[in-house]
């Protein structure tokens, strides 16, 4: 009030416009503050967003890429198939103990034939080659039983060392105390790279494969916990949506307007901001515990993230129905539609874009959560391959993606540091893509009245 | 208070349609229509005059119980349509606005084809058996509405895509696509230009032959031109009910004559 009148009197003498009296520079400097403030604050965000991409893209892509050593391999009828008659029952009897004479010789037969002079037992090469090299055989003959007795190429995966060594992350320097290699194999290693036997290619396996030991981080693969993330995503979508949409409706449209429905409203924002882990805690003790469930199942995963999913869509769809204008209900109404088929002919598809981002949101959230799945054990050490785990569906124990990321990135060895890289990679193209679907799903059906 | 009924039954010589009888309306502590009595004739167009917020909208709405809709409305005493109670714990609203139809303010098409605009009513109320009967249906309501010859061509263009007028047509002819008796119309012209609105107009002239037709609005050249009865609602209350040309030429009320020739309101 003083400043005002204080004011008025001091502003009145002097008019020109070309002259900025001092409470129209004050006022100016802290509109151009204000302004520099949001650049500073867009400038940093924008600044971690980068590092963020730079540290995961740079940190991860190795994990896309392995080395490999192509071998010429006998498979020698009189140690894989004494019999010869093709049974794969006694095939399959052939343990990997059976399979490593072969690929000893092998190793032997390729270092001779390149000319590769090396110290090196047989024994000692082999080890180069990753611990799974028997088994990796042993899966293809058992796959293509009639091979037995020719020589084909083979690819084995290389050892986790020999293939950090290729990503520059083990150097002769960093193995000195290193018994898993030596510097006589990396010589070895040096002189297979020149014959061209040992590469680094692109690694399907990382992409589809299972999770492997923690003594052969070479052959892990984020496969079999996607489809974990996959089936729980699958009971998620199919609880969470229609229960949401029918409580969204029933709150919006039909419930009475007291002090009852208030409470409840309050209680699923609240519901929102409640930690994951909570909802964790109480799957645990309502879903394994009472409900005796199998634990570590997608199944007790999914209802999980369907209780923490559930507010978000209700939340969104809301909104949703709320943004609906009402003359398309007085509309309805007024041609003598039931109030439950005005909303379900009219008002229900004209909120049907903002449904489904909301739910879209909802289910990218469910997927990059780890901390409910920890307790109900879903990080699960699952080493079957695809076909298996998804014939097992919704009840067999299964990882989900974010909790295989954080599974390997606690183990020691730093080979797993890298899958765990490379898995929030993947992680990360799924919620892009969810977001993406969601902007464009949105944009498709949105319609103007 | 002033004797509508009075007044009603003075002038009324053809058969009643709907008859209010004390009908108060509360909206939580407010007391939004005070005490209204009116006989409403069949075949006949009725405008409801007066100036905003004295209640016209709010009793068109409970003659087809649109109020309801409102948590905090209440609505009390006797309306009649055709002489049965609609506010009657038998009386279901929903086929109650079947029989009594509705055309708002604002053009509120559905967004979907103006096939679709018009089949909606008589599909969900089971007036057509096949296809065939469904589309003459659309074609005979759309002519009531006076819009068929704009758009026969296009039935399944979305109906949001025409223009103000003829979507206000088209939700005419929505309204009467359900066979109702009575058709109420919340100030239909007022999202309209000029000449959409002599349009409506001559549609709201036509629809009188079959139709009772009531209408809102803010207009009061709009009340002489299409109507043969007007109330004036005035703070909650009718003030005066009667022949248009009477109220217009001749009002008996003090409160009446200021607002038509524009001094309150």
């Not at chain 1, 192509?70 to 198939?81: F, G, P, R």
């Not at chain 1, 014959?195 to 992409?207: E, M, P, Q, S």
């Not at chain 1, 307790?375 to 124990?397: C, D, Q, R």
Request: glycine share 8%; hydrophobic share 45%.
């Amino acid at each position: 009030m003083t400043d005002a009148t204080q004011n008025t009197g001091a502003v009145a003498p002097q008019g020109s416009l070309h002259t900025l009296d001092a409470r129209t520079k004050r006022r100016n400097a802290a509109e151009g503050r204000f302004k520099l403030y949001g650049m500073i604050a867009i400038g940093i965000g924008l600044l971690m967003l980068v590092t963020l991409l730079y540290t995961i893209l740079s940190k991860g892509t190795g994990a896309f890429t392995q080395t490999f050593v192509s071998m010429e391999v006998e498979l020698l009828e009189s140690k894989l198939d004494k019999s010869g008659e093709r049974d794969l029952e006694k095939i399959k009897k052939v343990t990997t103990f059976g399979y490593a004479p072969l690929i000893k010789s092998a190793f032997e037969k390729t270092v001779e034939a390149n000319g590769i002079e090396t110290d090196l037992k047989s024994k000692d090469m082999t080890k180069i080659l990753s611990k799974s090299a028997a088994s990796q055989l042993r899966n293809y003959v058992i796959a293509n039983p009639d091979k037995i007795g020719q020589t084909i190429e083979f690819r084995f995966l290389a050892n986790s060392r020999v293939d950090g060594y290729m990503k520059g992350r083990v150097t002769r320097d960093s193995i000195a105390n290193d018994k898993n290699i030596t510097p006589a194999q990396l010589d070895l290693v040096d002189q297979l790279i020149e014959v061209g036997a040992l590469k680094k290619t692109f690694n399907i396996d990382f992409i589809i494969g299972a999770d492997a030991s923690d003594q052969r981080p070479e052959a892990a693969g984020i496969g079999v916990a996607m489809v974990g993330s996959f089936f729980m995503m699958l009971v998620v979508l199919v609880l969470a949506l229609p229960i949401g949409v029918a409580a969204s409706i029933y709150l919006e449209e039909f419930a009475p307007k007291n002090w009852i429905t208030d409470i409840i409203e309050v209680n699923i924002s609240n519901l929102a901001a409640v930690p994951s882990i909570v909802f964790g805690i109480l799957g645990l003790a309502v879903f394994i515990n009472y409900m005796h469930l199998p634990q570590s199942a997608p199944l007790v995963g999914g209802l999980v993230l369907t209780l923490m999913t559930l507010p978000t869509i209700i939340i969104s769809t809301r909104a949703a129905l709320k943004a609906v204008p009402p003359s398309i209900r007085d509309a309805a109404l007024g041609v003598g539609a039931s109030k439950m088929q005005a909303v379900f002919h009219h008002v229900l598809p004209l909120a049907a874009p903002g449904i489904l981002t909301g739910t879209i949101i909802g289910l990218a959230q469910a997927l990059g959560e780890t901390a409910p799945l920890l307790l109900i054990g879903m990080i699960g050490f699952i080493a079957s391959n695809m076909p298996e785990t998804v014939g097992e569906g919704l009840l067999s124990p299964n990882s989900a993606m974010p909790a295989q990321i954080y599974e390997w990135a606690k183990r020691a060895d730093p080979a797993f540091y890298e899958r765990a890289w490379g898995g929030i990679i993947i992680l990360l193209i799924f919620l892009i893509s969810m977001n993406t679907l969601a902007v464009l799903l949105r944009r498709r059906f949105e319609r103007r009245w | 208070m002033y004797d509508t009924e009075k007044l009603g039954t003075d002038v009324n010589q053809t058969e009643t349609k709907i008859s209010a009888r004390n009908v108060q309306v509360y909206y939580g502590d407010t007391h939004a229509i005070k005490d209204v009595n009116v006989d409403i004739d069949a075949k006949a167009v009725t405008a409801f005059i007066g100036p905003s917020g004295c209640g016209k909208s709010t009793f068109l709405r409970c003659i087809n119980r649109m109020n309801d809709t409102i948590d905090v409305c209440r609505v009390e005493g006797d309306i009649k349509i055709d002489g049965e109670d609609i506010y009657d714990k038998r009386v279901d609203p929903v086929q109650l606005r079947a029989k009594v139809g509705m055309v708002f303010q604002k053009p509120n098409p559905f967004p979907k084809s103006i096939y679709d605009n018009i089949a909606y009513g008589p599909r969900i109320h089971g007036l057509a058996k096949n296809k065939a009967e469904l589309d003459e249906i659309v074609e005979k309501s759309l002519r009531r509405g006076a819009i068929w010859n704009e758009v026969k061509d296009r039935l399944h263009a979305p109906g949001t895509g025409l223009s103000g007028g003829q979507q206000q047509r088209l939700c005419i002819a929505r309204a009467v696509a359900t066979e109702p008796e009575v058709l109420l119309m919340d100030e239909p012209c007022s999202a309209l230009d000029p000449i959409a609105t002599a349009q409506v107009e001559e549609l709201i002239d036509e629809l009188r032959d079959q139709y009772s037709v009531v209408i809102v609005t803010h207009s009061m050249q709009q009340a002489a031109r299409v109507s043969q009865k007007t109330a004036f609602f005035h703070l909650g209350n009718l003030v005066e009910y009667g022949d248009t040309s009477q109220i217009f030429t001749n009002p008996k009320d003090e409160r009446t004559e200021s607002y038509i020739t524009g001094r309150i309101g």
